[in-house]
């Protein structure tokens, strides 16, 4: 694991009272209740309920108090926030982290193609190449697993990522693993079956499939862990 931070955060913890919506929480931070935003549109349900403590960090303006940057299961502070995880794997790509990756590349974020938005685009000679990031956030057994609820916005990235790759540009999908207690990934085929078939699919066209691990500290850092999770599909 790096010890340079990716991300650092000035926590508190709280305890969740509801799930107001999608993206927002009530919660109590000794006797004071407070709204919290949570940008992570998942299901969330064996991280995000009432008694669970998360990970928060005051707001200085908007319409909540706070924002909810991980939960606490089981003693580990898990990383739920994905435009975070988007930042910091930004920061991983500038640094030349990865191995697999191509280095020497000009990487930006928040590209389109046929009305469809990717996390990161970049440039090679073989023409424009994609970037997917995709939060797997539940853990069972070591395992980490995405989706936690069916995603056709998920199912259209990768059906238009393997067309790209079978015309020649680089593309990749990349599970961002943050539980402490997983060292591994695979889809969730009880979840949403048609994501493993339209992922063994994708492949099969070239695109590539990557696992990498960022960890949230107690102290607020997000810590760049393993970067080549094993994938299983």
């Known amino acids: 694991m790096t010890s340079s931070a990716l991300a650092e955060f000035d926590l508190f913890t709280a305890k969740v009272l509801q799930r107001d919506s999608r993206v927002t929480i009530l919660a109590s ?6 709204r919290a935003h949570l940008r992570n549109t998942g299901r969330l349900e064996d991280l995000i309920y009432p008694g669970v403590t998360v990970a928060c960090e005051w707001k200085k303006s908007g319409k909540t108090d706070a924002r909810v940057i991980g939960a606490v299961d089981g003693g580990s502070y898990v990383l739920l926030d994905t435009f975070v995880q988007e930042k910091a794997f930004g920061e991983v790509l500038e640094e030349g982290n990865l191995d697999w990756f191509p280095s020497e590349v000009e990487v ?4 389109s193609f046929q009305g469809k938005r990717f996390d ?13 990031l ?4 539940t853990c069972e057994n070591g395992w980490a697993s995405y989706p936690d609820a069916p995603s056709e916005r998920g199912i259209e990235h990768v059906d238009l990522l393997g067309k790209l790759s079978s015309e020649g540009h680089p593309a990749y999908v990349i599970f961002i693993v943050t539980h402490p207690d997983c060292d591994r990934f695979r889809p969730n085929g009880e979840v ?4 493993v078939s339209k992922l063994k699919c994708a492949r099969e066209m070239g695109v590539k499939l990557f696992g ?7 102290s607020g850092k ?5 970067t080549d999770v094993p994938v299983s599909l």
Not at 108 to 111: A, K, L, N, S, T
Not at 134 to 137: E, G, N
């Open 29 to 34: 931070g000794g006797a004071n209740e407070f």
């Open 134 to 137: 995709k939060s797997a956030v």
């Open 222 to 226: 997000v810590l760049l862990g393993e």
């Open 108 to 111: 930006e974020g928040q590209v």
């Open 212 to 218: 990498i691990k960022m960890v949230l500290t107690e």
């Open 120 to 132: 990161f685009g970049f440039s090679t000679k073989k023409g424009m190449g994609y970037i997917e």
């Open 192 to 195: 949403q079956p048609e994501m």
